[in-house]
């Protein structure tokens, strides 16, 4: 139980106030026990001075039973305190309590009387004739000799009882208020814990793999923030596992270009097997580059497997663009003519060699090849040029198919966009291929750009410096 967040929360905010309140509590009812004490013995004394001077003004009474008793009557309905007139000798000469009556003339000494008879005044609380009692007790005098003492008394029982109550009703009052305070801090650490406890259960969700999950945000404190914070947490795990997944999606689509140039190499020998000898070495020298490739891929498939998909690295070397562009040519030729689709290709006599990573322009091309035969209509062409410029090579893929409408062009090279909604789907590919090219293309320093015209065909243009 004391393990629980609620409860250290809701101690947290009821423990100094239980542990203080009790404390202040006694402090102020005995503050307000002696307070009422002193105020009492004051009365006392301020009484006591008036009897005394009343009785000075008539030193015979000491010596008089009878004159004592007439004092002490006439004073007797001015006070609710006992009065005793005691003489030298400590007896008991009177008294405004009738129940006094048998102690008249008997002897009554204490401590305070013997002050008083030393010419001290006195006073305080404790054991009275019957009971406990605040008292003052002070001298009387004629001609500077003490010649007998004045005794005034209240009884505490009643004080004391009423106390008494008192302190009970403030340690109700205590407690009931200590159960409010408990109460109130276990319903403000409810409102803390239920969206940690939230959060808990979200995480729990986010490590089975939803990572959709989000935590409602009810609150600005720090528990809304901390709220506010996961949700952002969330949001970017979201997003990583869609980049991994995208990344596997495009080595997926990757992968499925080679497979499909192989499958069409393999159909066709098998179709003819007397091809001439120049035709099957072609074929198998493509299978053979198609299976180098795919080993290529599929390390990268590890990589990404292993969350480890580093930036692209480009493997570069001289490269002489003409064996690029055959290459891709060899490879869709089976597919093209499968689909009746001519492919022309346009190279200049001299082609300069260049740096670059051959299998990543031989990516580019069967992507941008592949894309063209996908929206090329049978019996249309396609065309491969390549071009050079004072400090470039440009290369240059067209077709005469359906072309693209303005408002795609924009979207073209970016990741995962699969074209307009009106499209068939087996046209609409992964939205990878594009992406990829241009990445390809900055890497190694050029550009690439499309250009189309509804009807008329598109045609894509990638440069590459010398």
Not at 85 to 113: K, N
Not at 145 to 171: C, I, K, N, P
Request: proline fraction near 4%.
């Amino acid at each position: 139980m004391m393990q629980s967040l609620r409860v250290k929360l809701a101690l947290s905010h009821a423990l100094p106030f239980l542990l203080l309140m009790p404390i202040l509590t006694l402090y102020l009812f005995y503050s307000l026990e002696d307070f009422f004490n002193q105020n009492l013995l004051q009365q006392l004394t301020y009484q006591a001075r008036l009897v005394q001077n009343r009785a000075q003004q008539n030193p015979t009474l000491i010596e008089s039973q009878p004159a004592a008793e007439n004092l002490l009557s006439e004073i007797s309905p001015l006070t609710d305190a006992r009065v005793v007139l005691l003489s030298r000798d400590t007896t008991i000469l009177a008294s405004t309590r009738s129940e006094d009556a048998e102690r008249i003339g008997t002897r009554y000494t204490d401590d305070a009387i013997q002050r008083a008879l030393g010419g001290e005044t006195a006073q305080g609380i404790g054991p009275g004739f019957t009971t406990d009692v605040a008292y003052v007790v002070l001298p009387l005098r004629s001609h500077g000799v003490t010649t007998g003492v004045l005794r005034l008394s209240y009884e505490v029982d009643d004080v004391r009882a009423q106390f008494a109550q008192l302190r009970w009703t403030v340690l109700l009052g205590v407690i009931l208020t200590a159960l409010g305070g408990l109460g109130l801090g276990l319903g403000l650490a409810t409102t803390i814990t239920r969206p940690l406890r939230r959060l808990g259960t979200s995480a729990r969700q986010i490590a089975a793999g939803d990572y959709r999950e989000r935590v409602p945000i009810r609150s600005q404190d720090e528990v809304g923030q901390l709220a506010q914070n996961f949700n952002q947490m969330a949001a970017r795990l979201e997003e990583a596992e869609q980049i991994r997944t995208r990344q596997l999606a495009a080595i997926v689509h990757e992968l499925t270009r080679p497979l499909a140039g192989m499958r069409a190499a393999l159909e066709t020998l098998r179709e003819y097997p007397n091809v001439n000898v120049e035709t099957r070495d072609e074929f198998l020298d493509g299978l053979t580059d198609e299976l180098a490739r795919l080993e290529r891929l599929l390390s990268t498939l590890r990589g990404v497997a292993k969350g480890a998909l580093r930036p692209m690295q480009l493997n570069c070397s001289a490269v002489s663009l003409e064996r690029v562009i055959r290459a891709s040519i060899a490879h869709f030729k089976p597919i093209a003519a499968n689909s009746g689709i001519t492919l022309n290709v346009e190279l200049p006599t001299r082609l300069p060699s260049i740096r670059a990573d051959e299998d990543r322009l031989i990516q580019v091309m069967m992507n941008l090849i592949d894309n063209a035969l996908k929206f090329t209509p049978h019996g249309s062409s396609i065309s491969v040029s390549v071009g050079a410029h004072t400090d470039h090579l440009w290369v240059r893929v067209a077709d005469t198919g359906a072309g693209i409408a303005t408002e795609e062009m924009e979207h073209l090279f970016q990741q995962f966009y699969r074209g307009a909604e009106s499209r068939p789907p087996e046209k609409r590919g992964m939205g990878l291929g594009l992406a990829i090219c241009r990445e390809i293309i900055m890497a190694h320093g050029g550009e690439i750009q499309v250009d189309s015209e509804v009807g008329q065909g598109t045609q894509f243009t990638f440069t590459l410096p010398k």
